[in-house]
């Protein structure tokens, strides 16, 4: 049977694409054609009324990263804050998490998935 062999791409709208593209691109290092690492990716449908990320957003944005504490340090370092929860975000069967907000409000996990990469 045919089907999807993987996630070809992401787009949203922005009001000012040029700043958040180059954003992106500074602190996480996702540029507009980006070869990423493979490796585990997950598709999951939040109810409606789910308050894991802002109501008023239809979407949230999971990045998979290689060493959390060490983004979040760059991340502090460059002024953009990082909401950590330990006690409800780090699970040893899924991993560690943390989360940010773009400059146009968008949430953004950033996932230190528990089981080494392929």
């Known amino acids: 049977m045919a089907g999807v062999v993987g ?8 009001i000012d694409k040029a700043a958040l593209a180059a954003w992106y691109e500074q602190h996480l290092g996702v540029t507009g054609l980006w070869n990423q690492e ?7 449908p939040f109810a409606a009324d789910t308050d894991y990320f802002p109501a008023a957003k239809q979407w949230m944005l999971n990045f998979r990263v290689d060493d959390l504490d060490g983004l979040i340090g760059q ?3 460059a002024g953009i804050a990082v909401e950590t929860r330990p006690d409800e975000w780090d699970h040893p069967e899924t991993g560690r998490f ?3 907000e773009d400059p146009e409000g968008n949430a953004i996990e ?3 998935p ?5």
């Open 7 to 14: 996630i070809g791409g992401v787009f949203f709208r922005a």
């Open 38 to 44: 493979a490796g585990l990716t997950v598709f999951a």
């Open 75 to 77: 991340l502090a370092a």
């Open 98 to 100: 943390g989360r940010i």
């Open 110 to 112: 950033l996932w230190e």
């Open 114 to 118: 528990a089981t080494p990469r392929p």
